[in-house]
C-alpha cells in the first residue's frame, strides 16, 4: 500500500544533491536559487507561491514559499509537508506571537512579528495600540494579505491595519513600493508611544519604515542609567527623539538630538513636549558627520554621546566600506566626549558581525587618542526574537563605551 502524497494540490520543488539539506532539516529557513533544481516547471512558478520541497531524494521537507525571481527562492513556512497556509494557519502563528508579547509587555506597543524568528518569514508587524503596520517584505504574504489581515484582527482585536511597502528587501523580491490601508482606517496626526519613562511620537503613514524603532528599547533604557543631575547628552541620528528622550526622562539636564530629517526632529519635539520635557531638549538638523565636524570646532563637550545610524553595511559587498564609516562615526564621536563620559555606538547592519563592529568602533576610539572601557554590550529587545539558525535576525548591535 503506498503512503498518499501530502498535500497533493501543490507543486513540487527539489534540492540539488549539492545542497544543504541537513542545515534546513535542522532550522534554517531558506534556500537559495543554486540550491534548487529549477526547470521550467520551478521557473513558470508565480512569485510568493506555495510548494512542498523535497530533497534530492525526493523525500518531503515541508511546505515552503517560491520566488523564482529571488536570490531567496524558497523560504520555509512549515515543515509539515501536509499543511494548509490558510486563515487559520496565519492565526496561529500570529496568536503565538502574542502570547510572547503579552507575556513581556503590559501595553500593546511591540513588535509583534519578527518575521523569521517567528516564523514568518519577511513579514514584519509592528503594533501601536490599536493600530498594526504590516510589512510584507516577501512575495509569499504580499499575495496572502487578505489571509493575514483577516487573521491579525481576529486575533489582536485591532480596529485598523495598514501596509507599509518601503525597503530595499521588498526590491529584491520584485515587489512595488506601494503603502495601503488593509483594515480600517489610517491614523491623521502622529500616534503617541510609551516607551522607556518618555513618550515618542510615531507618523505611521509618512515616517521611516513602520513609524517608530521598538528594537532600541533596551538599549534606550540602559542609556537611562547613564543620565542623571548636569549631564549632558549628544544623540546623532536621533530620528524621532531616541535616547534623547528616554535619557531626558532618566534625569539628564539636556539633550541635543542631530539628524538629517526635518520631519523626524518634528516628531522628536513633539515628544518631548509630550513627555514635558521640552525646555531641555533641543534638535538641530544636519548632515551627521558635518555636525559632528562643526561641534568640535566649536569646542561642545557632553558627557554622553550615542550615535545610532542607518545600516553602513546592508550587504556583504559593502562590509569594507560600512566598517570605515562605523571606525570614522566612533573616531568623531569620542572627540566631543568629556573624560570619564560615555559613549554609545550601534550598528543595524546585518553583514558586520558583533566582532568586525566592536574592532571597527574600538579602532575608532583609538584613532581619537581616548582609551574606552566597554561595559555593555546591548541587542533587540525579546519582541524581536533571534532565529538561532538565521544570524540576519540578531543584527542589531550596541556598545557603551566609558572613556
Not at 542545515?23 to 512542498?52: K, M, Q, S
Not at 523626524?264 to 538641530?284: K, V
Not at 568586525?356 to 529587545?381: E, S, Y
Request: hydrophobic share 45%.
Amino acid at each position: 500500500m503506498t503512503t498518499p502524497e501530502p498535500n497533493p494540490d501543490l507543486p513540487r520543488v527539489r534540492l540539488m544533491p549539492k545542497a544543504n539539506a541537513r542545515a534546513i532539516r535542522h532550522g534554517f529557513p531558506w534556500v537559495y536559487a543554486n540550491e534548487l533544481v529549477t526547470d521550467r516547471r520551478t521557473r513558470a512558478l508565480e512569485p510568493g507561491a506555495l510548494a512542498v520541497l523535497e530533497d534530492s531524494a525526493r523525500a518531503p521537507m515541508g511546505v515552503v514559499a517560491v520566488n523564482p525571481a529571488s536570490r531567496i527562492i524558497c523560504r520555509m513556512l512549515d515543515r509539515d509537508p501536509d499543511v494548509r497556509v490558510d486563515r487559520d494557519w496565519f492565526a496561529a502563528r500570529i496568536g503565538r506571537a502574542l502570547s510572547l508579547r503579552d507575556r513581556l509587555y503590559d501595553a500593546p506597543f511591540y513588535r509583534l512579528v519578527h518575521a523569521e524568528g517567528d516564523g514568518l518569514p519577511g513579514l514584519v508587524i509592528d503594533r501601536f495600540g490599536e493600530v498594526a503596520v504590516v510589512q510584507p517584505n516577501a512575495a509569499w504574504a504580499e499575495v496572502r494579505l487578505d489571509d493575514l489581515t483577516a487573521a491579525l484582527v481576529e486575533v489582536t482585536g485591532v480596529s485598523s491595519v495598514l501596509k507599509n511597502a518601503a525597503g530595499r528587501t521588498r526590491a529584491l523580491e520584485g515587489l512595488g513600493d506601494e503603502n495601503a490601508v488593509l483594515a480600517g482606517t489610517a491614523p491623521t496626526a502622529p500616534l503617541p508611544v510609551p516607551m522607556t519613562g518618555a513618550t515618542y511620537m510615531a507618523d505611521l503613514t509618512g515616517g521611516q519604515k513602520t513609524g517608530l524603532f521598538y528594537d532600541q528599547r533596551p538599549n534606550h533604557a540602559f542609556a537611562a542609567r547613564l543620565a542623571g543631575p548636569g549631564v549632558r547628552v549628544l544623540d546623532v541620528f536621533s530620528h524621532v527623539g531616541g535616547f534623547a528622550l528616554a535619557m531626558l526622562a532618566g534625569g539628564a539636564e539636556h539633550a541635543l538630538a542631530v539628524d538629517g530629517s526635518a520631519p523626524a526632529l518634528e516628531l522628536a519635539a513633539q515628544g518631548a513636549a509630550a513627555s514635558n520635557l521640552a525646555e531641555r531638549f533641543e534638535t538641530r538638523q544636519g548632515d551627521a558627520f558635518d555636525t559632528l565636524t562643526a561641534l568640535a570646532e566649536e569646542g561642545a563637550r557632553f558627557d554622553v554621546v550615542i550615535c545610532d545610524p542607518p545600516a553602513f553595511a546592508p550587504s556583504k559587498q559593502a562590509l569594507d566600506a560600512g566598517l570605515r564609516a562605523y571606525e570614522r562615526i566612533a573616531r568623531m564621536a569620542a572627540a566631543l566626549v568629556v573624560p570619564g563620559g560615555y559613549l554609545g555606538l550601534c550598528s543595524c547592519s546585518h553583514a558586520a558581525d558583533l566582532a568586525n563592529f566592536r574592532g571597527a568602533c574600538t579602532r575608532g576610539i583609538g584613532k581619537a587618542g581616548r582609551a574606552g572601557q566597554l561595559i555593555h554590550t546591548g541587542f533587540a529587545g525579546p519582541d524581536h526574537p533571534q532565529l538561532p539558525q538565521l544570524a540576519e535576525t540578531g543584527y542589531l548591535k550596541a556598545l557603551f563605551y566609558r572613556l
